[in-house]
């Protein structure tokens, strides 16, 4: 068995709000999360900030997905949703719309299955043995991008020079449009402090002698095929294959820095956490 592991910062100068790790014990567990980024203002109604809850998330994530095999995965994920939330103290407004969360990728294999989890913008790669690479997508935050009245707010936000008052009075609209989405009916999901919202992830299970491989990513690794447009998919997974996941994160940086402001390639960020597992069955 092969593993590959990265988790990096945006930038030395910020800590990590990604996590990945990766335990082997009767089969193994990948747990990849991109902690969401709190707004500017660091308005979150927490005393903790997203490093903290990613790493007491995925350490809960690890615990139940490798010792309790009887579970599904969205039952482990509600579990440890339900312990990181018992961890906050009583000065935490864990219904605060940004409390600290994040999205979510797992995968659990043993002799028999693989299983997955993807929750909001993460991705899993699943390589087959007939040569298909199946990518595993929770589609809603890029389905609501596409709705009218967020995509007239975003080209207003392109359209206005940045750092005057109008751009940040476009931005800060467009935030709260997202924002009113997030862990809402119609809407989309991220994993916070409800212990609910692990059925609303995308699960599914594969027999293991059907799967040759597979990659759990953050959206900071998969700008190479949604942002960058370095090839699709199935080219992504094949990169990592043969030349490791280092490799593809070197080919996000590279393009990050040719187009600093975003003017080629817009995004969110100019540099974005990257976290991601790689493994070879």
């Given at each position: ?265 817009p995004r969110g960020k100019r540099h974005d956490d990257v976290a991601g597992v790689y493994?070879?069955?």
């Amino acid at each position: 068995m092969r593993i590959d592991i990265v988790a990096r910062p945006a930038s030395q100068e910020d800590p990590n709000e990604d996590y990945a790790a990766v335990v082997l014990a009767d089969g193994g567990v990948a747990v990849v999360l991109d902690g969401v980024t709190p707004p500017a203002d660091g308005d979150t109604g927490c005393a903790h900030d997203v490093p903290w809850f990613t790493a007491r998330l995925g350490g809960a994530l690890v615990e139940l997905a490798g010792s309790r095999r009887e579970w599904d995965l969205a039952a482990c994920l509600s579990e440890a949703i339900t312990r990181t939330a018992a961890a906050h103290g009583p000065g935490c407004d864990l219904s605060h719309k940004r409390t600290p969360q994040a999205t979510a990728a797992l995968l659990r294999w043993d002799e028999e299955r693989v299983e997955h989890l993807v929750l909001s913008d993460a991705a899993i790669l699943l390589g087959g043995k007939d040569g298909t690479i199946t990518p595993v997508l929770d589609t809603r935050l890029t389905v609501l991008r596409l709705r009218p009245d967020l995509r007239a707010l975003r080209e207003r936000v392109k359209a206005l020079a940045p750092g005057t008052a109008e751009s940040e009075a476009a931005v800060h609209a467009y935030v709260g449009a997202v924002t009113a989405l997030r862990n809402a009916e119609g809407g989309f999901f991220t994993v916070a402090a409800d212990p609910d919202v692990a059925g609303r992830a995308v699960t599914g299970l594969t027999p293991r002698a059907d799967v040759t491989d597979a990659a759990a990513l953050t959206d900071g690794a998969t700008r190479w095929t949604e942002v960058f447009g370095l090839g699709d998919f199935p080219a992504l997974l094949s990169l990592v294959r043969e030349e490791g996941l280092n490799t593809l994160l070197a080919q996000v940086r590279a393009s990050e820095h040719a187009d600093p402001e975003g003017e080629e390639f817009p995004r969110g960020k100019r540099h974005d956490d990257v976290a991601g597992v790689y493994v070879e069955l």
